[in-house]
């Protein structure tokens, strides 16, 4: 089992900058493919970004690529959330996740895959 805490969030203009942590417990970190996902009030839980056990396998959704960048330090037992350029739409509790994983190359894209889940950080992109 693992637990996570994450990190890293708060209030900033858009353009801004934040990033995110996201800590684990235990010592088999590097069997883990990691998710990052993002949620508004009465809203669904949508992945924002993915990385597989190894680090080597990485998924964005069209609305952040090319603005946020997630990776993983197995040797931290951490995954990050590079933010930049921030828009107000951005906004929104963000959760990391952690699933098992049997591939090293293998990230997951859907939240049904993910069993261990952080208690979430606020984030607030003010216009």
């Known amino acids: 089992q693992v637990q996570l805490v994450e990190s890293g969030g708060g209030l900033v203009q858009a353009g801004g900058s934040l990033r995110l942590s996201c800590a684990a417990s235990g010592r088999t970190f590097s069997s883990y493919a990691m998710g990052w996902f993002r949620q508004l009030p009465g809203k669904e839980r949508e992945l924002v970004a993915a990385?597989?056990?190894?680090?080597?396998?990485?998924y964005y959704a069209d609305s952040v690529k090319g603005r946020f960048t997630i990776s993983k330090s197995n040797a931290k037992t951490t995954v990050y959330l590079q933010m930049n350029s921030l828009k107000p739409e951005d906004t929104a509790v963000y959760y990391c996740?952690?699933?098992?994983?049997?591939?090293?190359?293998?990230?997951?894209?859907?939240?049904?895959?993910?069993?261990?889940w952080g208690q979430g950080t606020q984030v607030t992109v003010s216009s």
């Open positions: 990385i597989s056990r190894s680090g080597g396998s990485t």
């Open positions: 996740a952690a699933t098992s994983a049997f591939s090293a190359s293998t990230y997951y894209d859907s939240s049904q895959a993910y069993d261990y």
